[in-house]
Structures are given as C-alpha cells and as structure tokens.
C-alpha cells in the first residue's frame, strides 16, 4: 500500500496535480476561519487590538512571512502595516 502511494505521482501525475491544487486551495480557503477560531477560543475579545494582532500572528504564520503584506479589516482600512 505504501509503495502504491508513493508512486501515485509518477504514475499519474496529472492526478496527483490536481488533487493537490484541490487540497492547497481548501487550505488557503481555511486559513481566516482557522485563525478566527484559534482566537475566538481564547480569553480575548476579537475587536481588541491583543485580538486583532493574534488573529494577524495566526493568519501570517500559517501562510508564510512573505506572503502577508497587510491585513484588512472588516471597514477596509489597513491594519497592521508591514511596510512603513
């Protein structure tokens, strides 16, 4: 089973590519709600700025340092800019 597994992308690896786009995408999809959920679970009011830098901290470590320049919140101003 485990030597059928590991060549499933030399196989078939027009397959294996899109199942594994399909899995990266329902991960990115994730990443806000998953980060939401880790604050909304601790002692801390989401709309405070420990809530917010949390949510942030959560979010930009689960999509890698370079890949957040900025985060928006709800009204649409900038929070937590990177680049001042």
Known sequence: MNEMIARWPERNPRLFLAV??????????????VSEALVAALPVDRNSHLGG????????????????????????HDQFPLHA
């Open 20 to 33: 594994a786009a399909l899995v990266w995408f329902g991960l990115y999809k994730a990443l806000i709600p």
């Open 53 to 76: 830098a949390l949510q942030f901290f959560f979010l930009r470590h689960a999509q890698g340092a370079d890949a957040v320049d900025r985060h928006r919140v709800p009204d649409g």
